[in-house]
């Protein structure tokens, strides 16, 4: 399934993506935040994962970054969290925030979330303020949360929206 916003297409990711997305993980920008992803690793994007949808990001027919969306469909707990990277040559021009609402309002409309969730690196700043542009606010840290390759760990940052808090551009 596709899903269209004013500039961007969300799309299901492809095998024919796989070297595209692998390029961009390795830019600096975006390796700082998503560090070891060589070419196999990029594979587990299409991979068939429970609860789990992938979308290649597309700006005018080009691939131009890569979101997910993890469900947690236990009916008590309820939610949906997101992610996404952007290829540092479109960064800064609210493709991001753009990404965001397409994939929350389906996730919130087609999909019936009440709550999502992202979780940038704590001092991921650009990222921090796209996430609340869109309408997510901070709601703790997550202490030593990932690991990086040189075996540091790093902290982040939970952030939430409800969906009556989505914000519109």
């Known amino acids: 399934m596709e899903i269209r916003g004013a500039r961007l297409t969300l799309r299901p990711v492809v095998a024919a993506d ?11 920008e975006v390796a700082r935040w998503w560090p070891a992803y ?14 789990v ?4 990001i597309d700006l005018d027919g080009r691939l131009v970054g890569l979101i997910q969306a993890s469900e947690e469909n236990e009916p008590e707990f309820r939610h949906a969290s997101i992610d996404l990277f952007l290829d540092p ?5 609210g493709l991001g925030p753009e990404a965001i609402r397409l994939a929350a309002r389906d996730l919130i409309e087609r999909r019936g979330h009440h709550r999502l969730t992202i979780d940038p690196g704590a001092d991921n700043d650009r990222a921090i303020r796209s996430y609340a542009k869109v309408g997510f606010r901070p709601v ?11 075996g540091s760990w790093r ?11 989505l914000r519109d551009g």
């Not at 796989?18 to 600096?28: C, E, S």
């Not at 060589?38 to 609860?51: L, M, N, P, S």
């Not at 040559?89 to 021009?93: F, R, W």
């Not at 902290?155 to 939430?160: I, R, V």
């Open 53 to 56: 949808t992938v979308y290649a």
């Open 18 to 28: 796989l070297d595209r997305l692998a390029a961009i993980l390795v830019t600096p």
């Open 155 to 165: 902290d982040g940052l939970l952030m939430e929206m409800l969906a009556e808090e």
């Open 89 to 93: 040559s479109v960064q800064g021009q």
């Open 140 to 150: 703790g840290r997550l202490r030593s949360y990932q690991r990086f390759p040189d």
């Open 38 to 51: 060589d070419r196999t690793r990029v594979e587990e994007f299409v991979a068939e994962e429970k609860d």
